[in-house]
């Protein structure tokens, strides 16, 4: 479990660079503080020149091009889909854990994932699916579907975007640890209750886990530094929700350069720079995690007087690029036809 002592604000990090001297070899040196920066606006026009092209404030997006999705995985910058339509369904994920299953009540009426948290005798519960990347990428995108079903409680956690070195093929875990810059990092976007001053499940937020994170003033652990926005939006229940957001890497293990976004519904709620993610080239991220997590003690610091014993989430249309996607265009999926075969083109006679 990751619990965020910062809100509506910016994230303190620690004080430690490094050379970059290899894949996986930083040599620790002292550098000053920094402090990421919020970029929220509803206007590209006010994000700095060197985020503006990751992060579009509302329209534009791959899934424009591809009504119904249909067709969506064939672009080149689309790294992987999954709508749980196919018999493949849970399938063409690395690894899964928990209540989870296909049912029929999608987004649009289709298929969609359902993962249901049980919390007996108030312990915590999870469920996930997880993809593992083929290859890292120094800058990712992340668009989901999300319904949180009726009655529902505020959320320990929900999606990742990760990198671990070495690649596994189930999550990198090491709650309560500041994880080294060139063997993980994580970021996250969830609903979160700020002590209560929204309903379950929460307002959205970000809540990252990498090298130069906060220390937790409670316990002196590390459970994640949260950026949310200075205008909040909140989840809503028994709604399909459209999320998406992003991460970048910082260019280099000395630069803090690293940024994160994420939107509601296509539109750019809150963008954050100023991050160094890594320590060394070769973490990037290569992880999707749908983490949902429940915990009676999450839910009890966000402002639940009685938490839920269960709650239950449902996923669809997940698509993940290598740009912005944005929600999905209204439009039914073509039937696949047969296309006749190509001629072949005659060779060019030689001189």
């Not at 660079?17 to 006010?46: F, H, K, N």
């Not at 005798?121 to 989901?144: I, M, Q, T, W």
């Not at 696949?336 to 072949?344: A, G, N, Q, R, Y």
């Amino acid at each position: 479990m990751f619990r965020s002592m910062i809100a509506f604000g910016a994230v303190l990090v620690a004080v430690v660079a490094a050379q970059d001297t290899g894949p996986g070899t930083p040599v620790l040196q002292d550098a000053p503080a920094s402090r990421p920066t919020q970029l929220t606006s509803p206007e590209l026009t006010s994000l700095p020149k060197g985020i503006r092209r990751s992060v579009p404030s509302v329209g534009g997006g791959i899934a424009r091009e591809y009504p119904g999705d249909f067709g969506i995985r064939e672009n080149k910058l689309v790294l992987f889909t999954e709508d749980f339509d196919s018999d493949q369904g849970l399938k063409s994920w690395t690894d899964r854990k928990g209540q989870v299953g296909v049912v029929v009540g999608g987004n649009n009426d289709t298929k969609c994932a359902e993962i249901t948290a049980s919390l007996a005798n108030g312990k915590a519960s999870s469920g996930h699916l997880f993809k593992r990347l083929p290859y890292g990428e120094d800058e990712v995108f992340c668009r989901f579907y999300v319904n949180f079903k009726s009655p529902h409680d505020y959320v320990g956690h929900l999606v990742s975007l990760t990198g671990d070195v070495p690649a596994e093929p189930v999550p990198f875990r090491g709650d309560g640890i500041c994880p080294d810059g060139n063997v993980r990092f994580m970021t996250s976007v969830e609903p979160f209750g700020h002590a209560g001053a929204f309903p379950p499940p929460g307002a959205w937020r970000l809540l990252s886990y990498w090298c130069e994170m906060e220390m937790d003033r409670i316990d002196n652990k590390y459970w994640g530094n949260g950026c949310g926005a200075k205008a909040p939006v909140v989840a809503t229940q028994d709604t399909w929700t459209c999320v998406e957001f992003m991460v970048r890497m910082n260019s280099s293990p000395l630069e803090r350069d690293g940024i994160q976004a994420y939107w509601v519904d296509g539109k750019l709620v809150a963008g954050f720079e100023g991050f160094r993610w890594r320590t060394a080239r070769n973490l990037q991220v290569n992880g999707v995690w749908l983490n949902y997590f429940m915990s009676a003690v999450a839910a009890s610091r966000q402002g639940s007087k009685q938490p839920l014993e269960t709650s239950t989430v449902r996923f669809d249309d997940v698509v993940v690029a290598k740009a912005y996607i944005g929600p999905k265009v209204k439009g039914t999926r073509k039937p696949l036809e047969k296309e006749p075969p190509e001629e072949p083109t005659p060779p060019t006679p030689s001189r």
